[in-house]
């Protein structure tokens, strides 16, 4: 699977938008990026995924660079319940396993 | 949908023992589960692929002898870690795929594992 890159942390406030950065330049025709998150002592919960088009859901929205090597998530008003290390991942659409890089550690400060 | 459900959420146990963890797709079958386990502020390291039906695929490195994995059916997947010792305290996932190109995982809520 192709490298993600991720600022290891981000903090905002309560009620804003954020924006988590990925940089996947290696990305290749057939990977998916998918987005997880993970709250403290649980297990990591989907988020969303796409290939090519912006993709939006319940959750957040995912908005695909043309050249796809960049992808943002963005949470549109974010809450104390949003803090969590969230993780880009891309995945072949292929392949089974996700492979987890390092994340970026979301703070969100009421 | 999609829920995964893991159990137990914590053991607690003497070094030596061995110690099995479940792993069920409750509203889908899934034909693949995997397994993870995750040390204190790291991510989470793929331990192991577990196809229903057949042999489980382990990542490079992990003792296919001291992790064993089950998949006796569509919708259980059984971990269990064998003559455990402090060293294998950890946070043990599991995730579930849906069947079809680009679907995403579902995981459960984890296993904290604690061996004294």
């Known amino acids: 699977d192709a490298k993600t890159t991720q600022p290891n942390s981000m903090e905002s406030n309560e009620e804003e938008p954020v924006h988590l950065p990925c940089n996947h330049s290696?990305?290749?025709?057939?990977?998916?990026i998918h987005w997880y998150r993970q709250l403290p002592s649980q297990g990591p919960e989907y988020v969303i995924h796409?290939?090519?088009s912006n993709v939006n859901n319940r959750m957040a929205s995912l908005a695909i660079a043309e050249d796809r090597k960049s992808s943002t998530l963005i949470l549109h008003r974010a809450t104390l319940r949003d803090a969590a290390v969230y993780y880009c991942?891309?995945?072949?659409?292929?392949?089974?396993?996700?492979?987890f890089g390092q994340g970026t550690r979301l703070t969100i400060n009421p | 949908g999609a829920v995964v459900s893991q159990h137990p959420s914590r053991v607690i146990c003497k070094s030596g023992t061995s110690v099995k963890i479940e792993c069920r797709s409750l509203d889908f079958q899934a034909t693949t589960m995997f397994w993870y386990r995750q040390f204190p502020k790291k991510s989470l390291m793929l331990m192991a692929t577990?196809?229903?039906?057949?042999?489980?695929?382990?990542e490079q490195g992990v003792e296919k002898d001291k992790f064993l994995i089950n998949h006796a059916s569509l919708t259980l997947s059984t971990l269990t870690v064998t003559s455990a010792h402090p060293e294998d305290s950890s946070f043990y996932i599991c995730?579930?795929?849906?069947?079809?190109?680009?679907?995403?995982?579902?995981f459960g809520d984890g296993t904290r594992l604690s061996i004294l």
């Open positions: 995730s579930a795929k849906l069947a079809g190109r680009g679907q995403p995982q579902h």
């Open positions: 991942i891309l995945r072949d659409e292929g392949a089974q396993k996700l492979v």
């Open positions: 290696t990305i290749s025709g057939t990977d998916y």
């Open positions: 577990s196809n229903e039906g057949s042999k489980a695929t382990y």
């Open positions: 796409g290939l090519t």
